[in-house]
């Protein structure tokens, strides 16, 4: 299969035929960056066009970070994208994530990475190990446990992107794109967004991802307990959530049978519905599992239609807090706290307000 001669290119690159390629194709750069040029000789065309499986098939593991786009390529050890999904800082001199290494102490520039990044992925960022010798980046297949390239592993990542386009979705690569753009820009709390993030691209640790880790051996809904508990059924198909969600009258997904995933049912409302709309959707959701996480950590739970209340201020009071300015004080001069600030503090859970060391998030 051509995709092993592609991947055989990437993982010798002093080889003799990597060294003929590399300097008529990718000059400057990687073969996965490599264009595929004015006069293609046969051999170029064909490795080029398995490129594709090889990108979807493989990540960084980061040494010195030059060979590393910060935001194009995948090398961030979480599962799904493996792409940084902070929205870029705009800042075209630092492209490479070598940019990102202090060369002295031949650590991460934490400060830099803490004010380029959200902060769950800052956290990510900082956790990966840097070697003192500063080795080139190396790509390492992810098609199989093993990290080792194998035809079948290539095969099985090449049919999923055949089948992703016949479903219609568009060939430049990411088909939510437009999803994870308008993702950054909605008016919801931070938290609400990375939630959401999380849910589409299947990063919630339900009990069905803790077991296929091999941490519990128990997959079950801890609400209803009447089916493995996956990410469409904790958020959309558990007989709790449905409770949830037929107290939105306005729900453009409507009450019938839940058919969708989670992602697709976002892009949905995206393609077909206002912003104010995809934003309830994800604050329902995020209050469905922050819920979902009392009755797991605490054994604690709130009835469902205290979840939709939650929902609603979340998404409620961010937008009217979104310019609501901090300067006019904590307190009505009466000494009672501004109504908002009491709603933020009821709905982060504080039952006293400690004047003093009051914490916004
Ligand atoms: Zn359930």
């Not at 009505?332 to 501004?338: F, I, K, M, V, Y």
């Amino acid at each position: 299969m051509l995709a092993k001669q592609a991947w055989r290119i990437l993982s010798n690159p002093t080889s003799l035929v990597t060294w003929v390629l590399k300097s008529k194709y990718f000059p400057t750069g990687d073969v996965l960056n490599a264009k595929l040029g004015s006069l293609p000789s046969y051999s170029w065309r064909s490795i080029y066009s398995s490129l594709e499986v090889i990108k979807n098939g493989s990540r960084w593991r980061v040494g010195n970070g030059k060979l590393i786009h910060i935001w194009d390529d995948r090398w961030l050890p979480t599962l799904s994208t493996y792409k940084v999904i902070s929205p870029p800082n705009g800042n075209p001199e630092f492209p490479m994530v070598s940019a990102l290494i202090n060369p002295i102490t031949k650590w991460w520039n934490v400060n830099l990475v803490r004010a380029t990044f959200l902060p769950f992925e800052a956290d990510t960022i900082l956790r990966i190990p840097l070697t003192h010798n500063m080795l080139e980046d190396k790509i390492i297949w992810l098609g199989n446990n093993q990290g080792e390239f194998t035809v079948k592993s290539a095969y099985h990542i090449a049919y999923n992107l055949i089948e992703a386009k016949k479903d219609g979705e568009c060939s430049s690569g990411d088909p939510y794109k437009s999803l994870w753009k308008r993702l950054w820009h909605l008016n919801l709390p931070a938290k609400v967004k990375i939630f959401a993030w999380r849910a589409c691209v299947n990063g919630l640790p339900t009990m069905e991802a803790i077991c296929s880790r091999g941490i519990s051996n128990n997959s079950g809904c801890p609400i209803c307990e009447k089916a493995p508990e996956s990410i469409n059924h904790a958020l959309l198909s558990c007989d709790f959530s449905t409770l949830v969600w037929n107290q939105w009258s306005e729900n453009p997904l409507g009450t019938q049978e839940v058919r969708w995933s989670f992602i697709d049912s976002a892009m949905f409302i995206l393609s077909h519905h206002s912003q104010p709309d995809l934003e309830f959707f994800f604050g329902i959701a995020w209050a469905i599992w922050y819920n979902r996480n009392k009755v797991v950590h605490e054994e604690s739970c709130l009835s469902h239609q205290q979840v939709w209340q939650l929902a609603k201020s979340v998404v409620e009071d961010f937008s009217n807090a979104v310019d609501w300015d901090f300067s006019q004080g904590l307190f009505l001069s009466n000494g009672t706290p501004h109504p908002q600030v009491f709603s933020r503090l009821t709905l982060m859970g504080q039952s006293r307000i400690m004047v003093g060391t009051l914490v916004l998030e």
